[in-house]
């Protein structure tokens, strides 16, 4: 988490996950591996209480799910860190701290929350932070009058996961008029040109550049098989990078210490990274089924709906005219509630017999960005050390100690 001035930085490191130019898209036949990379990591996952001070509430949950959980809580109240977190020399937060009324009153809602789903929905998550804040740090108990701008805001919201696995399970239950959830994965796979088509692919280089708000900025995107992606943006006070190596991840910004992806990070890159994921998709899935019909824009969609073991599912939305991928929406699992992450694609275009999306649009809760690639190469060399992890810093001696060199 950071201050205020610099969230539009961290949106961009935190979503530049998801930034490559196949990504979701391109997909293919690999011999490989069946199902994308895990963390590399071999103990135990480290527990919250164990990583950070003075836990109170989140205790017993994984210590990658901690961050997580607090950018679920600042998307549903509509507020940034210096909330709840004291603000000390220099603007930087001191987590541990509890002299700020909100962030004692965030541990009893928390509380409260937990209690209610226990003894009312049998321990299933129905309630969350965002059930009654939605995006307010004041709930509102009053109904709102209906307009005519209230109807087309409701329409335009962003979809979502309100229920959890018990959503998950109604949602791949449905019935829905159409071709069957085996149909529509085989229809997009050709519709990209082919599974012979796609596994030929083995890197990708894509130049563009990426619009936040009224800024853009140039970018650059590197992908290789298997399993391999890096991005950098091209910021006035230096580059931007999200890389992933296929099996751990990184954030990088100029003038800031390194970051690694945990949790829910390293699932969206894996899946980015993969640039045969069309064809991937039945073996990520432990069951598809077709989720109704949608408006995305102006086009008419078929939805799929993919579970995937110990993992928030995935939802598709095919073109019923053309087949192509043109909204995928995922969750990120935390402690509270899941966050939703829609990315959109557009602009698709032919390369070396393979149809991809020159322009999507990723959308969170706390903002969105859109990508526009300009030139893009396939099956060009890509040296595997653009995707080496750079060391870690080495600290500087203490001051005021003789450190001579051997």
């Known amino acids: 988490m950071q201050m205020k001035m610099n969230r539009k930085h961290i949106l961009f490191l935190g979503t530049a996950a998801c930034v490559v130019a196949c990504g979701l898209l391109g997909s293919g036949l690999m ?185 853009s900025f140039p970018i650059d ?7 391999k992606r890096i991005s950098f943006t091209h910021m ?37 990274a993969d640039l045969h994921l069309a064809t991937h998709l039945r073996r990520m899935f432990s069951k598809v089924s077709t989720g109704g019909t949608e408006k995305v824009g102006d086009r008419d969609t078929y939805v799929v709906v993919g579970q995937r073991e110990e993992k928030p599912s995935l939802r598709l939305y095919f073109d019923q005219q053309s087949g192509l991928l043109v909204r995928l929406v995922r969750f990120a699992e935390t402690p509270l509630g899941r966050l939703p992450t829609q990315i959109d694609y557009a602009d698709y275009r032919e390369a070396d017999g393979v149809k991809v999306p020159f322009r999507w649009t990723l959308a969170r809760p706390n903002g969105r960005f859109t990508i526009q690639v300009t030139d893009l190469k396939q099956n060009v060399a890509v040296d595997d050390a653009k995707f080496a992890k750079p060391p870690a810093p080495v600290p500087a001696p203490p001051q005021g100690l003789n450190v001579q060199a051997k």
């Open 31 to 215: 011999a490989q591996s069946s199902a994308p990379p895990q963390s590399a990591a071999s103990a135990g996952p480290k527990m919250a209480e164990e990583q950070f001070k003075n836990i109170k509430v989140l205790k017993g949950i994984p210590a990658d799910q901690v961050i997580p959980a607090m950018q679920f809580i600042t998307v549903s109240l509509g507020v940034e860190c210096e909330f709840c977190h004291v603000q000390g020399t220099g603007g930087k937060l001191e987590f541990d701290k509890d002299d700020k009324k909100p962030k004692q009153t965030a541990r009893k809602m928390m509380e409260m929350m937990f209690a209610i789903n226990k003894n009312n929905f049998d321990g299933h998550r129905e309630v969350t932070c965002n059930s009654c804040h939605r995006g307010s740090t004041d709930p509102v108990g009053t109904p709102a009058v209906m307009t005519a701008e209230s109807r087309v805001e409701a329409k335009a919201a962003p979809a979502e996961d309100k229920k959890g696995e018990a959503g998950d399970a109604r949602d791949a239950a449905k019935e829905a008029t159409g071709p069957s959830a085996d149909q529509l994965l085989d229809k997009y796979v050709q519709a990209l040109g082919g599974a012979a088509a796609i596994g030929r692919i083995t890197s990708r280089v894509a130049k563009g550049t990426i619009e936040f708000g009224d800024k």
């Open 236 to 272: 006035p006070e230096g580059d931007n990078v999200t890389a992933f190596d296929g099996h751990e991840g990184w954030l990088g910004m100029s003038g800031h210490p390194m970051r690694e992806m945990h949790g829910p990070d390293i699932d969206a890159a894996s899946i980015d």
């Open 221 to 227: 995107l590197y992908s290789k098989d298997p399993y």
